[in-house]
């Protein structure tokens, strides 16, 4: 049950870490390269693996079930989308000299056939609808307060609004996946 609770807080936490060092390596006007961008990256890439946990406990809590079990593949589903661009970000970043190169290397990465759709496209947003569905799933069943959604919802909502919003994404994410980490799962 720990490692449960600690996925919960740590993965939005990561996120808000990530966040920061945006904040923090863009303050000369560009992200990338660099040590922020990789430290940044790789709080990122930790999160993500984490939100697999939160999804997978989410999804028994919820009972299992079809609906369940199919907004937890979305998730996790796009939390591999997610890893692998961030994947790519680290490499970028760790191999281009400068922003210019960075911006070249990316180009050549989306021009790959199904990249730019599959990772850099809809593929990671099926993590937050299968995070979203799961949660809205658990506050319907009176599991988790009806406030949790909401304050998802909000996260991914301002995330999506803009990257230097991250921080406080992440920190509603964190408000509204709280009641996971009080709860005992059931297991299905």
Do not use: K, N
């Amino acid at each position: 049950m720990w490692t449960t609770r600690l996925a919960v807080i740590a993965a939005p936490t990561l996120t808000v870490a990530y966040g920061l060092i945006r904040l923090l390596d863009g303050l000369d006007g560009a992200h990338g390269p660099g040590l922020l961008w990789t430290v940044g990256h790789l709080a990122f890439f930790a999160a993500l693996i984490l939100f697999v946990r939160v999804l997978l406990t989410a999804r028994r809590m919820a009972g299992g079930g079809a609906v369940a079990t199919a907004a937890a593949v979305a998730g996790v589903a796009g939390v591999c989308c997610g890893l692998v661009q961030i994947g790519i970000d680290i490499v970028v970043g760790v191999v281009a000299a400068d922003r210019a190169a960075m911006g070249r290397m990316f180009s050549d990465v989306q021009e790959v056939p199904g990249v730019a759709f599959v990772v850099y496209g809809p593929g990671p947003a099926l993590f937050y609808l299968g995070l979203i569905a799961l949660v809205g799933h658990l506050a319907a069943v009176r599991t988790v307060p009806v406030w949790a959604p909401v304050l998802l919802v909000l996260g991914v909502g301002v995330t999506l609004a803009g990257l230097d919003l991250l921080p406080l994404g992440g920190l509603l994410m964190l408000a509204a996946l709280a009641p996971l980490a009080r709860r005992r799962p059931a297991y299905a």
